[in-house]
């Protein structure tokens, strides 16, 4: 079963990737990023969500509702403006769920 | 440690070592359970960050590209180069199970008319620094399937292991030890009933014995 990749981010960020087959959905925004993650969620359209670490970080909420379920899987990535790190903290606070402290990413 | 509101009967007794056994065979299990999700969870999330960071970099030096590229042409021709892509991609989705943990599996699926065609534009009006970010772009695709993959995985098996360390800890620090002092408690009422019965007994055996011999006027 085939699904599509989307990526939501703000329009600088975006744009290369549509070149690359993913469908883009441009939030400049990140106050709106909410409620565009649940209209591209809503039909199950979308297997793989990348989302710009603004935009990410401002959907949190609505990002919950998808943790439980293998897809869709949605993917922070650095924007244009830089890498500010959420992509590691996320990775940090699986391991303090799992093992009840962070023991691998805190040097 | 409080124990079960239960009657003390040999009855019930029976029952809750039986519960018991079953608690401490499922604790068991589950703490197998745990340390293997464990195991599996601690190598993925080491492969996840690796490959975090190789990703991360990647795409740095694709927007680097892209910046580059926009500086050389006007946004009006970069926007409408990029505009209709030729390709599709998409992915296959398949499922893993981990320790009872469905995980995805992602396979790339791309449709591209010509294969090996990424280029959504022609070259004569775009500049080169837009073809090196739309196939570094394109380079990356797989790990950043890749990275999707194992990033819902960790995401998945990390709520999986927490709710297996609650149930551990639950049968280990509070099931278990009420079983156990539930069934301590029955046994010893059960030994007191039976001591109290076998008192009133010897008691009235002494009685009828006495009514019918007469010991105490005897002596």
Redesign the interface.
Known sequence: ?????AIIGDG??V????????DMFICDDPLSSPQLLKQITENDYY??I?MTEEVFEASAREREKH??K??P?I?P????R??TGV??R??SR??E????SDI??KN | MDIMNVNPTRMQMTKLKKQLVTAKRGHKMLKDKRDELMRQFIELVQENRRLREKVEKELEICSGHFVNASAVMSKKSLDSSLMASKQQTGVDIGSKNIMSVDVPVFSAVSESPEKGDIFPYGFAFTSFELDDAVSSLNELMPDLIRLAEIEKSCELMAAEIERTRRRVNSLEHVMIPRYEATIKYIAMKLEENDRSSRTRLMKVKDMLLEKAHHYSQKK
């Open positions: 079963m085939a699904k599509s990749i600088e960020s744009k290369g990737f549509g070149a690359v087959g993913m297997a793989i990348y943790a439980e293998p897809v899987a993917i990535i650095p924007g244009v830089g890498n992509g590691i996320r990775l699986f391991v769920q799992a093992v009840g691998l990413f």
